[in-house]
């Protein structure tokens, strides 16, 4: 009986560090995550940067024709 509840209580410790380690590989990945939707909303605001400056360089040659 007591080597059941030695291996019961070793069973729920493991469980419980299983569980923690989970919980700070879901932390990091939504910090990866949020990391990564400002980056790519960073470079869509730097594309429409570029493709604004392009439209301008294109309406600037066709005035000066």
């Not at 990091?28 to 990564?36: D, F, I, S, V, Y």
């Not at 392009?54 to 600037?60: H, P, Q």
Request: glycine share 2%; hydrophobic share 40%.
């Amino acid at each position: 009986m007591i080597n059941t509840m030695e291996s019961h209580g070793r069973a729920m410790a493991d469980a419980r560090e299983r569980i923690n380690r989970t919980e700070l590989a879901l932390r990091r990945t939504e910090e990866m995550l949020a990391q990564n939707i400002a980056l790519c909303s960073r470079i869509r605001a730097q594309r429409r940067l570029i493709e604004a400056a392009d439209c301008l360089v294109k309406n600037d040659s066709q005035a000066m024709k």
